[in-house]
């Protein structure tokens, strides 16, 4: 090998949320969705990619109900570290949802946007039912408001990064979320 590898870790200030207290949350959160949807036949648990893949990963295997998994890909246009505003779809659903008992599994919410635009989308395929559930929610960002049925935590404006969440679709193989160096996601040097 040639070349020097960059640390990962050395990018991170703090931890904020380490892998005991996730996978508690987790634990939790996988607990409540199992009694809200004790009488609900194989609900739809719907991925929004990339950033959530690793919570599902971990929420589906915590759920002893039968239920299914599937994946949507949302972009919002522009790059950095805010989003711009218009959202698009870049990977649908092959199979149709109507009657469905639908679950959407996200990362974070941040502005609201991606998940206002994507629960219209998939309201008007007339699922029985939509509800939401966040790892993470940024309440301070909200430009759009958006009915969260489960969160697991409420987190300050910074820039975090781990467990699926990028910067620059690096980071997301921390098993924990960490708050990115301002000076990582400004191009700035780390040292003088
Ligand atoms: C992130 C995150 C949410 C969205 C939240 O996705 O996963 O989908 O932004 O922001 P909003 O509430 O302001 O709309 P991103 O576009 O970074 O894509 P990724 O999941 O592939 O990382």
Do not use: W
Not at 14 to 38: F, P, T
Not at 153 to 167: K, R, S, W
Not at 176 to 187: E, N, S, W, Y
Request: some cysteine; glycine content about 6%; aromatic content about 8%.
């Amino acid at each position: 090998m040639v070349g020097v590898k960059a640390n990962l870790f050395d990018d991170v200030n703090d931890v904020l949320i380490d892998q005991e207290r996730l996978q508690e949350r987790i634990r939790e959160l996988a607990q409540q969705i199992e009694e809200d949807y004790s009488d609900v036949e194989n609900p739809l648990l719907l991925c929004v990619l990339k950033g959530a893949f690793i919570f599902l990963a971990d929420l589906t295997r915590l759920l002893e109900m039968p239920h299914e998994v599937d994946f949507m890909a949302i972009s919002s246009y522009g790059a950095g570290t805010t989003s711009s505003g218009a959202v698009r779809i870049v990977l649908d659903l092959k199979e149709d949802i109507a009657g469905r008992h639908i679950l959407i599994i996200e990362d974070i919410i941040d502005s609201g946007r991606t998940l206002d635009y994507m629960r219209r989308n998939l309201l008007a395929r007339s699922p029985a039912s939509l509800r939401i559930c966040t790892l993470l929610n940024k309440p301070s960002r909200r430009a759009v408001d958006v009915p969260v049925d489960y969160i697991g935590f409420d987190i300050p404006d910074e820039f975090v990064v781990g467990y699926g969440l990028d910067f620059d679709q690096i980071y997301r193989n921390f098993p924990f979320i960490a708050v990115l160096k301002p000076q990582v996601f400004a191009g700035e040097p780390e040292d003088e």
